[in-house]
């Protein structure tokens, strides 16, 4: 996956993420790439913001880059659903 397909799939992510939850005012993203054990690993790290609350989230790490990303979204949403504020 190139760096610009990288970024079109977290951009996309993302807005359905911001979609499906309103009330977050804001979600920063770090995508990492690095080399462990000769092996490259890739992770995405979600900064989300809602008023009064904010979730810091470091994504899983996975050898493939779009694995990473869908990853960091599905705990994501699943940590975003078990929060008792979020729900309505």
């Known amino acids: 996956m190139d760096a610009d397909s990288i970024r079109a799939r977290i951009e996309h992510e993302t807005a359905e993420l911001r979609a499906k939850y309103p009330d977050m005012t804001r ?15 890739h992770s995405l790290y979600l900064d989300m913001h809602w008023p009064q609350r904010q979730i810091l989230l470091p994504g899983p790490t996975r050898p493939d880059a779009g694995a990473a990303i869908d990853a960091a979204f599905q705990e994501a949403r699943r940590r975003i659903d078990q929060a008792a504020w979020a729900i309505r």
Do not use: H, K, L, W
């Open 27 to 41: 979600c920063d993203t770090a995508f990492s790439q690095r080399i462990d054990g000769g092996e490259v690993r």
